[in-house]
């Protein structure tokens, strides 16, 4: 029997079978199976070496052994040289075959083809890595638990969110990758107690959000994994969403500043269309502003289809990215309001327009603020008349117009007269309201195209347009004439006259400041003639003016120098011809002016304030004179004028009461001289100060007396013993009829009134006489002397009174 026949019953098997002889290791029979396997017909197979189709090292070590070791059989994985060359994967099993079924030995070599079960093997592990390396380029963390929490599978990406170190994992300790992780997270509690939820629920799907101390924020998403139709673990997925928080938080924010934002905003598609608009849009406009949406964004401001406006808004957003500039917004209610646009282009990666912004910004206030600032600027605060910068504005104007039409304009520089007094005596406050309405009066007298400005203090300017002298004039007459109506004041009534100089475009300067220059030069020319008038200005005024400076400065000089003396000029009783008192008058010797007359200089220290130190040293002179008269035996009264600023020195009261005191000579011996403006103040204080000096015996005369205003209901409240007739009526005497009446008037009602009158500037007897016959009570004037020196006045004092004439001094 040959071992093919004998063994016939291996063709049925799957596997392929040699038989092999253990000595010569030949193939002695091969099945079925094998020839297909090998490709070769059994009877080639037959007789062949079976190293010949050996096809590993491996293989030909193993034949290579002694045949006991062969015999112990192998089962191995190896390959098959085929008979075309190729190799098949096979799996191996040696075996002796035993004795009672093939005679002599052999070993029996199975080999079943594994080429399939390779190549699945091979497929099944591509697939695992695939997924392996898709778990691994997933967005996502991935976690993969078991029911009971095992962890089975993660990814790069969940080592990399949670910074879980290599070390950890390659332990593959699962409670300390969680412990880990729970250690990440903000709130470690509430995620510990989550999760244990979560595990309690194994078919739940469930989404949270956790932040991780790092300042991650994730978005777990878990759902239950399933394994033929049954739950056997949970995948957990880790989303890192924190940049997306942050966009929705700053997106948020936006619609926030948007929604709340005090400007108006809108947003306009590519189109310029408006998209949206905030609630300051509605603030802004009115409830219409909705009504845009949906409109071109230019319509708002009324040019929807104004190209012009659009095609700026475009070259602005070409060269800069936004537009910016003020328009008009119309509102609902029909007025227009001024906005402060800033329109903005947004745009894509490729820079193509998507939307854009606008914002809006109210500039009602801001104008109003602006509008103010410039009045401000241009106008004096106090009567709101322009101010000096804007009337050089309108000068400089008017300027370039003359030299264009050969014309000219006149300026007016007009001060009030005696203002200082005002101020002085009825303060500030008031003085301030007399100034408003002195400056609603001339603006009253002016056209519209001059223009009325006060430099400051009393001091106006006038510009008269296209004004030459004779328009000039007739202005300045207006102003004298409206001023001396009336004006009305906390029901007192008063005048204000004022001086007026004037200088005339081109002829008497090039310059406003020149040309201001020269008609103040002229109203001081005015003033010094007797004030209340107008005048022009003449070259030579600018001479005077500076003499005026010069002897300001010398007066100030003088009183340290010596040069500042006293004189006495007698008051006489009109019917005993008794000196019964004295005026007390200044006198100046300068060595470049000679001697300056008080009418001069005095009003000179009045408006510097000059006349306080003047007033005081003229005071302890009197005062020590009179006592000087009284401890010679002769006491009679000593009269000392006292100017309103004096008046009003807070320790006026105190000082003469000093001086009184220190010299020694009762307050009955001393009378002040008051004018009518310090008594026509209604000032509590001042009518209060008289009362007190009343008190105090020191009698109070009232200077210049018919040349004011005041009112004899008034005189009679006051304290007041002696009326000065203003010397001025008196020159008129006995012929001027007017002069007669107002002085027989003063003496009558100073007799009702029982207050002694005294005439002033009585020259000649005959003026004596007919105040004599008035009955007036006494006289001074140079018929009896005029003022003397000291010594010289002490002289005449002591001379006795001649017999032969009543009421007159004929020794003088
Ligand atoms: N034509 C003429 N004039 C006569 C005659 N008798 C007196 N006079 C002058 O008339 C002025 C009288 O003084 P007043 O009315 O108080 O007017 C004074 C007074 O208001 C003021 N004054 C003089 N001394 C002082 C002073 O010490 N203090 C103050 N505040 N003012 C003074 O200056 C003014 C002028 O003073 P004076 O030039 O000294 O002028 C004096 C005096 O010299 C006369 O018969 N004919």
């Not at 070769?40 to 193993?62: C, H, I, K, N, Y």
């Not at 190896?78 to 070993?107: H, K, Y």
């Not at 001059?450 to 300017?461: A, H, K, P």
């Not at 406003?512 to 010094?528: F, H, P, S």
Request: include cysteine; proline fraction near 4%.
């Amino acid at each position: 029997m040959t071992v093919s026949q004998s063994h016939g019953w291996l063709d049925g098997l799957q596997e392929a079978v040699w038989l092999v002889d253990e000595t010569s290791l030949l193939i002695l029979h091969a099945n079925a199976t094998a020839q297909r396997l090998v490709g070769l017909p059994v009877a080639e197979m037959v007789g062949t070496p079976v190293l010949r189709l050996a096809s590993t090292p491996q293989d030909m070590a193993f034949w290579g052994e002694s045949a006991q070791v062969v015999a112990d059989g192998i089962h191995s994985h190896t390959s098959l040289l085929r008979a075309d060359g190729t190799l098949v994967p096979v799996n191996r099993q040696v075996t002796r075959v035993p004795a009672e079924v093939a005679s002599g030995t052999v070993f029996m070599l199975t080999m079943l083809d594994r080429s399939v079960q390779e190549s699945t093997e091979r497929e099944l592990e591509t697939l695992l890595s695939e997924l392996r390396a898709t778990l691994d380029s997933a967005a996502d963390g991935m976690l993969v638990c078991s029911l009971d929490g095992r962890v089975r599978a993660f990814n790069q990406r969940l080592a990399q969110l949670w910074n879980i170190p290599r070390d950890l994992l390659v332990r593959r300790d699962d409670a300390a990758v969680y412990a880990h992780m729970e250690a990440q997270v903000e709130n470690a509690r509430a995620y510990a107690e989550r999760l244990a939820a979560i595990t309690r629920e194994p078919m739940q799907e469930s989404t949270d959000i956790l932040v991780l101390r790092n300042g991650l924020v994730l978005e777990l998403r878990t759902v239950p994994q399933f394994s033929q139709g049954r739950p056997v673990g949970r995948v957990y997925s880790y989303r890192d969403i924190t940049r997306q928080t942050e966009i929705q938080a700053s997106l948020r924010l936006a619609a926030r500043v948007f929604e709340s934002s005090l400007d108006a905003i809108f947003i306009a598609d590519s189109q310029h269309r408006v998209l949206r608009m905030n609630p300051g849009c509605e603030r802004l406009v009115g409830p219409s502003a909705k009504s845009f949406e949906g409109c071109l964004a230019a319509s708002l401001f009324g040019g929807g289809s104004d190209a012009a406006f659009m095609e700026q808004v475009l070259q602005g957003w070409a060269k800069e990215g936004f537009w910016e500039g003020e328009l008009w917004l119309p509102r609902d209610n029909g007025t227009y309001c001024a906005v402060q646009l800033s329109w903005v282009a947004l745009r894509d990666d490729e820079e193509r327009l998507v939307q854009s912004i606008g914002f809006m910004r109210d500039l009602t206030l801001q104008h109003a603020a602006q509008k103010r600032i410039e009045e401000l600027a241009y106008s004096d605060v106090l009567t709101g008349l322009p101010n000096r910068l804007l009337l050089s504005q309108r000068v400089d104007t008017a300027i370039q117009g003359a030299r264009q039409s050969d014309t000219g304009f006149a300026i007016l520089f007009l001060d009030l007269d005696r203002f200082k007094i005002i101020n002085d005596s009825l303060g500030h406050p008031f003085g301030d309201r007399v100034l408003q309405l002195v400056a609603e009066r001339l603006q009253a007298c002016l056209r519209q195209t001059d223009m009325l400005c006060r430099l400051g203090g009393d001091e106006f300017v006038i510009y008269l347009h296209g004004g030459d002298a004779v328009v000039a004039e007739s202005v300045a007459r207006r102003i004298l004439d409206d001023m001396l109506k009336p004006f009305m004041l906390d029901s007192m009534g008063f005048s204000i006259q004022c001086s007026i100089g004037m200088a005339l475009y081109p002829q008497d300067g090039a310059t406003l400041d020149d040309l201001i220059k020269q008609a103040d030069t002229a109203m001081y020319r005015v003033k010094e003639r007797g004030r209340g008038s107008y005048g022009f200005y003449q070259p030579q005024m600018n001479a005077n003016l500076l003499s005026r400076m010069q002897m300001e400065h010398a007066m100030r000089q003088a009183l340290g120098l010596d040069r500042m003396a006293v004189h006495y000029q007698p008051q006489v009783n009109m019917a005993t011809g008794r000196i019964t008192g004295a005026e007390a008058l200044i006198r100046w010797t300068d060595p470049e002016f000679g001697a300056v007359s008080p009418g001069q200089f005095i009003p000179l220290a009045e408006e510097s304030g000059y006349i306080v130190t003047l007033g005081a040293w003229v005071m302890e002179q009197a005062v020590r004179e009179a006592a000087v008269w009284m401890h010679s035996g002769m006491p009679i009264m000593i009269s000392v004028n006292v100017s309103a600023l004096e008046f009003r020195q807070p320790d006026f009261v105190d000082r003469i009461t000093r001086l009184l005191a220190v010299h020694q000579l009762p307050p009955t011996l001393l009378e002040l001289e008051l004018t009518e403006t310090i008594l026509l103040q209604d000032a509590q204080e001042m009518e209060q100060r008289l009362r007190v000096l009343a008190g105090l015996g020191i009698g109070l005369a009232i200077d210049d007396f018919g040349t004011g205003y005041s009112s004899l209901a008034y005189l009679k409240k006051l304290p007041i013993h002696k009326l000065k007739i203003d010397q001025s009526f008196v020159r008129g005497l006995p012929d001027d009829d007017g002069d007669r009446a107002i002085v027989s008037a003063i003496i009558s009602m100073g007799r009702a009134m029982h207050i002694e009158v005294v005439a002033e500037g009585v020259e000649t007897e005959t003026q004596q006489a007919v105040l004599l016959q008035m009955q007036c009570d006494h006289y001074q004037g140079f018929l009896c002397a005029p003022g003397l020196p000291a010594q010289e006045f002490r002289a005449m004092l002591a001379r006795p009174l001649p017999l032969n004439a009543r009421g007159r001094r004929s020794s003088v």
